[in-house]
């Protein structure tokens, strides 16, 4: 079992920036990748952007050239930077992380509000 713990959320105004972080602990043995899903009240999840232990990175076209998704080569860690914020942005944010065997893991999640 691996423990996602997300940080960085809050709220913030439009324009703004927000940085995630997720500390993965526990079973992280072969995990294929880890990434960030939201959710805003009435909608689905969605997937925001993801990354796998080589460096690969995959955007939803609704934050490209806005988010980045990082993470530390060396250790458990993804980030997600966030820049020019908009409103419809507001979500919770969801860590996840895929392992190579298919399984999933998801964090609490963290609230992200974007307001003025």
């Known amino acids: 079992q691996v423990q996602l713990v997300e940080s960085g959320g809050g709220l913030v105004q439009p324009g703004g920036s927000l940085r995630l972080s997720c500390a993965a602990s526990g079973s992280i043995f072969r995990i294929n990748a880890m990434g960030w899903y939201r959710q805003a009240p009435g909608k689905q999840r969605e997937l925001v952007a993801s990354i796998t232990t080589r460096g690969w990175a995959d955007y939803a076209d609704f934050v490209k050239g806005r988010f980045t998704i990082s993470r530390d080569n060396g250790g458990n860690t993804v980030y997600l930077q966030m820049n020019s914020l908009k409103p419809e942005d507001t979500a919770v944010y969801y860590c996840?992380?895929?392992?190579?065997?298919?399984?999933?893991?998801w964090g609490q999640g963290t609230q992200v509000t974007v307001s003025s």
């Open positions: 996840n992380v895929n392992h190579l065997y298919g399984r999933n893991d």
